[in-house]
């Protein structure tokens, strides 16, 4: 096996045309042979560079409007022969071929078509690429011999191996070069198999076959723990808001636990339209408010449970203003905080402290969109479900208890049931004038959460509201709560235990509601 190959031939056929011209005039600068399809060969003859093209390389025509050009033994025969075998040598000599040691391809924007809501399914299958792949596959596979090119910002790179090397490619370069051209293969074929999967009505909605493309968007420190690897990757075709897209303006490269804790605060944050602002820890809210203002919401979250607050992560989900700024900037040892936007004045206090990592995501604004996959990976396997997006109004609320719930105690309800939803199971929340007061969270009994969460409150559990992500098998956890002065509580029921439940809510003249819905999350 050869380490070099000199190049002498190239194939270039190109959909994304960044950097093409450059590329193919310093290639015809070195002596090489250029050949060109449709689009591709009408640039680069625009430009000055000298083409042959494909139908002229292989004696046949293109047909079938195009969708027929590099399908043709002279092509592949050129990529595919193995300079090292007398028998592929003497069959490209009696049938005339000539060799290829350059393809330069990248596909149709099938992906690109697919995002535009105009796109019609005749143009989304008309960008289905066939000959693209076709080459690409058969380049990489003939690596030994073969140079393939899949992505423009790698054009650099191939021209200064060719300067380095006298012309010449070196066998690490192609076989990464390889790597990446299957790997971009593999996504382009699981985009069109998703297109295809989507709305499929196999079991409740899933592919039998579940394909799932991550691109690598950076390298971490480190994991969980400084003696762990980790690295970020992000899911193809994803459109909906993701860290992955948010925009860092101040502070350290953020953690495995930072961009853990962020995706658990950006879930919160999707959820309400109202000003809102939580403060999380560990994946888990330790204080969350809506308020008339987002100073407002912000300062009630943190007033929740400031001891908790140090070292947290901060969400708000408006745009923060100087008002809202200074008090998060007054915030002792903040870890991140994201928010849509900023404005000026505001990212100017807040990069005062240089350590502390600001993100902004616009998609925050618009709210979470309906439909949502959730993955959740396990040992050799990922489990798949639909999001937990339910909504839970006024309307669906079922009074269980002699005394209905007040307007005011409504409203505090539906708010916990919203936090509860993003706080780890056992859950139990107390909420009071559109603010958490006391969380009790990740226990392994539903009591000892209550006993948490009324701990916390304090003295501000009195006229709380409660809301617990699963129903009470036993009346305990209510009694700890009206104990404590709570006057009001929401849980799914469908309990044995329900009427005992229900008995204790009476005793104490407190309200409680029935939603149906569980909202575990493990």
């Known amino acids: 096996m050869a380490d070099s190959v000199n190049i002498k031939r190239a194939l270039i056929s190109v959909s994304d045309k960044t950097g093409i011209e450059k590329l193919a005039k310093s290639l015809e600068e070195m002596g090489v042979e250029i050949i060109s399809t449709g689009g591709t060969l009408k640039v680069l003859k625009k430009a000055g560079v000298h083409v042959i093209s494909v139908s002229t390389f292989t004696g046949a025509p293109e047909i079938l409007g195009g969708r027929v050009k590099t399908l043709h033994p002279r092509v592949h025969a050129g990529i595919l022969y193995r300079r090292d075998n007398e028998g592929d040598i003497e069959q490209m000599r009696q049938t005339d071929c000539r060799g290829i040691d350059l393809v330069v391809v990248n596909l149709y924007p099938f992906q690109q078509t697919v995002a535009k809501k105009e796109s019609t399914d005749s143009e989304i299958i008309e960008n289905i690429d066939i000959g693209g792949p076709s080459m690409i596959r058969a380049a990489a596979k003939n690596h030994e011999s073969v140079t ?78 400084p003696h762990q690897q980790a690295s970020l990757y992000k899911l193809s075709g994803f459109k909906n808001a993701s860290l992955l897209d948010a925009e860092q303006h101040a502070g350290k490269e953020l953690s495995f636990n930072n961009y853990y804790d962020l995706d658990a605060c950006l879930e919160m944050l999707l959820d309400f339209a109202e000003p809102f602002a939580c403060v999380l820890k560990h994946a888990n809210p330790c204080g969350a408010a809506i308020g008339k203002t987002l100073a407002e919401a912000y300062q009630k979250a943190y007033d929740s449970d400031p001891l908790s607050a140090y070292g947290s992560i901060i969400g708000l989900n408006k745009r923060v203003d100087i008002d809202c700024a200074q008090i998060l900037h007054e915030t002792p040892f903040v870890e991140c905080i994201l928010a849509p936007s900023f404005s ?178 493990h």
């Not at 990464?176 to 998703?194: G, L, Q, V």
């Open 344 to 521: 000026d004045e505001a990212m100017t206090l807040l990069q005062k402290k240089k350590n502390r990592r600001i993100l902004t995501l616009e998609a925050i604004a618009a709210g979470r969109p309906s439909g949502e996959t959730a993955y959740r990976y396990i040992r050799g396997g990922v489990l798949v479900q639909s999001a937990d997006d339910r909504v839970t109004d006024k309307a669906e609320l079922q009074v269980v208890t002699k005394r209905p719930p007040t307007q005011k105690e409504i409203t505090d309800l539906l708010f916990g049931w919203k936090v509860v939803k993003h706080t780890k199971s056992n859950a139990i929340v107390l909420a009071k004038d559109g603010a958490t007061v006391g969380i009790g969270m990740g226990q392994t009994s539903r009591v000892d959460s209550g006993f948490m969460a009324v701990k916390r409150a304090g003295e501000r559990a009195k006229g709380a509201v409660m809301a617990s992500d699963a129903f009470f098998p036993m009346p305990d956890g209510v009694e700890v709560a009206t104990d404590a002065g709570v006057t009001a509580i929401i849980q799914p029921g469908g309990s044995k235990g329900d009427e005992q439940a229900i008995e204790a809510a009476d005793r104490a003249n407190a309200a409680m509601v029935f939603t149906g819905v569980r909202h575990f999350k």
């Open 148 to 225: 393939v090119i899949t992505d423009p910002s790698d054009y650099d790179t191939l021209l200064g191996q060719l300067r380095d090397n006298d012309g010449n490619t070196t066998l690490a370069f192609r076989r990464e070069c390889a790597r990446k051209a299957f790997a971009m293969t593999s996504e382009y074929d699981t985009a069109i198999a998703s297109y295809f999967t989507a709305g499929k009505p196999e079991q409740g909605g899933f592919p039998q076959i579940l394909n799932l493309n991550f691109v690598q968007k950076s390298g971490l420190r480190y994991g969980e723990n």
